[in-house]
């Protein structure tokens, strides 16, 4: 009896131990904080500081804006050759979007921490260093996360002052960075009233903190971001609003958060079926860029006890692991083969190109057509191809001469083999009238034509 309750006292006191031993490591306050177990500003500030000057080769510190109150928002990139864009795949990994949602800085800054730490150690880290360049910005939202760092515990929103009217007097505090995202902003799940803890802004991108996020994804193209918030235990893909019409890439982002929640239990769906929002930045990253993003809610409360931090981090540090060793190509991760996707027919009748391309593999896939010759190059519109299907898409081409057309998946980073994707064709006399005009007229329709090959359609959309 003494031996059972012993061994069980000597367990939790080396889970507390270890769990505080993580703490120090990471150099957050283990007293004399506001809210124990978590750093302030300066200290999370004074640890991205410190990993950059011990780790010189594997990372880099970026400061990506300026807050409303001065404050730095800092991005650190995790990559062998860290300060050289050697055209790796790029990984976005957001927290603290959210005031309040403390642990959802603490998850991307001890996992900076793990990085860096086990990478001469650790062969998974090292490859994952070695092969994707990781960006994380542990903390969105400094000025808002302060606010809570001095006891206000439910502030959301970041600190600037609003004056709506341009009357001069202030209407209210703060904007909800996480509504202020362009992408079909301000109609849904959002308050037009600056003292609301979910008001959207007057307009959209108007917030410092919103648009260092854009501009970062703006000139980095990211095959996946991750945006930690608490809380709830779930993963959200695109839509987080329920207008815009199913995301082509639904069963390719749905497949990779069910094997992100076999590592953290969580449940995945896509965002709006929880609740509708508009304005957060997993709409605008895959409305605007060829990222996948994923909203991921950590744990059961805004700020979880020190004594659970641990446990949190440990199972989603095992997910974002998993994210990042399929960030070279997402297809092959998680279907276990390339895709095939090829031209197999290019007709010109009346100035009219038509170009039939299909997927000959088993699973959707979501493409790029692009059109050019010497003079022009016309990219159509994303599409998606199901499995075992073809598509016709014809646009009203201009000139004679040769033409390259070329088909390749929205969402891969391996290199792209051309010869096994494209065509060239040759139109010898001006096919048109219209010819003369440089401008391309687009045909407004796309015509489907799905066709059965020997194996026939297989939808994947089962999970
Ligand atoms: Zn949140």
Request: aromatic share 12%.
């Amino acid at each position: 009896m003494w031996m059972m309750s012993s061994y069980g006292a000597s367990r939790s006191l080396l889970k507390v131990l270890c769990a505080l031993f993580t703490l120090i490591l990471i150099g957050l306050p283990i007293a004399g904080a506001e809210i124990p177990g978590y750093p302030d500003y300066r200290q999370i500030e004074d640890e991205l500081a410190y990993l950059n000057d011990t780790y010189p080769e594997i990372c880099a510190l970026h400061r990506i804006g300026t807050t409303y109150e001065g404050r730095a928002i800092w991005a650190l990139k995790i990559s062998d050759n860290a300060w050289k864009d050697e055209g790796e795949p790029k990984v976005l990994i957001m927290g603290g979007h959210h005031a309040k949602e403390l642990i959802s800085t603490v998850v991307p800054l001890m996992f900076a921490e793990f990085l860096l730490d086990n990478y001469s150690s650790n062969g998974t880290v090292k490859n994952a260093i070695d092969s994707t360049d990781i960006w994380i910005v542990p903390l969105v939202n400094p000025d808002g996360y302060e606010y809570v760092m001095e006891g206000h515990t439910d502030w959301r929103k970041n600190r600037r002052p609003v004056d709506i009217d341009g009357d001069g007097i202030v209407d209210g505090t703060g904007v909800d960075i996480n509504r202020n995202y362009a992408h079909r902003w301000g109609q849904q799940g959002i308050s037009l009233d600056p003292n609301s803890e979910i008001y959207c802004g007057p307009h959209a991108f108007s917030e410092n903190e919103s648009r260092a996020i854009r501009d970062l994804a703006l000139n980095r193209s990211f095959v996946f971001s991750i945006s930690f918030h608490s809380y709830g235990q779930q993963i959200f893909h695109p839509w987080g609003n329920s207008l815009d019409s199913a995301p082509l890439d639904f069963d390719l982002m749905d497949s990779i958060g069910e094997r992100m929640a076999r590592y953290n239990g969580y449940d995945v769906m896509e965002g709006w079926k929880w609740y509708n929002t508009t304005g957060d930045s997993d709409d605008w990253l895959y409305a605007n860029t060829s990222c996948l993003p994923f909203t991921v809610e950590l744990g059961k409360e805004y700020i979880p006890p020190p004594h659970d931090i641990s446990r949190i981090f440990e199972k989603n540090r095992d997910a974002l692991l998993y994210l990042l060793s399929i960030a070279s190509d997402p297809y092959v991760g998680v279907y276990g083969e390339r895709t095939n996707l090829r031209i197999s027919d290019f007709s010109v009748k009346d100035g009219i190109a038509g170009i039939t391309v299909e997927n000959q593999g088993n699973y959707s896939v979501s493409a790029r057509l692009t059109l050019s010759s010497e003079n022009w190059t016309y990219t159509f519109p994303r599409f998606v191809l199901a499995p075992a299907s073809a598509l016709n898409l014809s646009v009203e081409v201009s000139g004679a001469g040769k033409f390259l057309a070329n088909i390749e998946p929205v969402h891969h980073t391996e290199e792209w083999n051309l010869s096994d994707n494209s065509a060239v064709f040759t139109i010898e006399e001006i096919p048109h009238e219209k010819a003369a005009d440089p401008l391309m007229y687009v045909f407004g329709s796309v015509i489907l034509l799905f066709f059965l090959l020997s194996y026939g359609y297989k939808s994947l959309k089962k999970h």
